[in-house]
């Protein structure tokens, strides 16, 4: 294992470490820390050496945890963390401007509302207010108008929070997964069995990036993006799977314009319009697309990766803005899809074809 990688590992075994301690009344025996840590991360060994290395390094950090005594034959000796003295973080001055930011970034992330992470984020928030003088606070609320975060309708996973705990847990303890998930245009949820990697926030929704159990992870058609809200049951199985060393979830979504994952990418050449042409090129189909200026106005894009599932949408957004040139199956799909437009619109059509008659 590469070496970064080794120590990123370490990172996060010492802030489990740090965890457990802080939740535990009564401290840890290293042996109980290092079953805890085995169990909760989903390794498949540790040693007691590795877990007293972990605590050398928090103490040199400044965490006061100490070795004590318990007078239980059992148990002799845990590892404990002086809670009083975790942590005196002192009072920080807190600007206008970092409040500002900090209000911005709070609503960008409402998506999180009834979940575990806005709890984290409003226990947050509160701390800031309280800590912040009555000036400072009555100075932010004048400015607080002036910048406006508009998005998505907003939405709230209060009712999904036993799915996303669910979830969390076995991202983290590389459990597999059994979900039922209903995809667009499918009647019914079918279940299928996942490795869970990360929760992905797009827009105003919540994803799942995981890879199709039994599938070689290095192939990218074994990952997908399974919305949330699509999700009616999560099972999590008494079987781990080995993640990937290299998961890099911004790698494996390069291609997508959001968070779409399944089969291979493909090359795109686009037209758009004199009309359209400014915002093609303000908001970009892809990060990778390649925009040539051509004599009437109109721009060219070519975006070398990306899934057809994504831009086809798009293309009928812009209707006659907008003509697919490259690949040529796509393209009669597009057709396919303005000749049922032009049916469903016809002049003499009262209705959409499958009415039934008044």
């Known amino acids: 294992m590469p070496e970064s990688q080794e ?18 009344r009564y401290g840890r025996t290293t042996t109980e820390l290092r079953d805890e840590v085995v169990d909760v991360m989903g390794l498949t060994s540790l040693t007691t050496k590795s877990i007293e290395r972990d605590i050398r390094a928090l103490q040199d950090q400044g965490y006061p945890i100490e070795r004590i005594s318990t007078g239980d034959g059992r148990r002799r000796k845990v590892w404990k963390l002086d809670r009083a003295g975790f942590l005196r973080i002192p009072d920080l001055p807190i600007s206008v401007v970092e409040l500002l930011s900090f209000a911005a970034g709070r609503e960008l992330l409402y998506p999180l509302a009834g979940t575990p992470y806005w709890e984290g984020i409003e226990s947050l928030w509160r701390k800031m207010r309280d800590s912040l003088s009555e000036d400072v606070w009555q100075h932010f609320e004048k400015q607080r108008p002036a910048l406006v975060v508009r998005g998505p309708a907003l939405k709230s996973y209060a009712d999904r929070e036993g ?26 949820a ?22 199709r159990d039994g599938h070689s992870e290095t192939d990218a058609d074994a990952w997908r993006s399974y919305k949330l809200d699509r999700m009616s049951r999560v099972v999590l199985l008494d079987r781990r799977f080995a993640p990937r060393d290299d998961f890099d979830a911004d790698s494996l979504l390069s ?5 779409f994952s399944s089969g291979t990418p493909r090359r795109f050449v686009i037209r758009i319009g004199a009309r359209c042409a400014a915002w093609a090129v303000e908001s970009p189909f892809h990060p990778a697309q390649e925009v040539t200026h051509l004599e009437d106005g109109s721009v060219q894009l070519e975006i070398p990766t990306a899934y057809s599932e994504e831009i086809l949408p798009r293309l009928l957004s812009l209707g006659v803005d907008a003509e697919l040139l490259e690949p040529a199956d796509c393209r009669d799909r597009l057709r396919e899809t303005a000749l049922r437009l032009a049916s469903l619109y016809a002049a003499d059509s009262s209705g959409p074809a499958d009415a039934p008659p008044a």
Do not use: K, T, W
């Open 190 to 211: 079918a279940p299928r069995l996942v490795h869970p990697y990360a929760i992905v926030i797009y827009g105003n929704s919540l994803y799942l990036l995981c890879a």
């Open 163 to 188: 799915q996303l705990s669910a979830l969390n847990r076995a991202i983290q303890q590389h459990r597999v997964v059994e979900v039922a998930y209903q995809s667009a245009g499918s009647q019914q």
């Open 255 to 259: 291609d997508s314009i959001g968070v």
């Open 7 to 24: 120590r990123a590992r370490q990172f996060a075994r010492i802030l489990r470490v740090l965890q457990i301690l802080d939740q535990s």
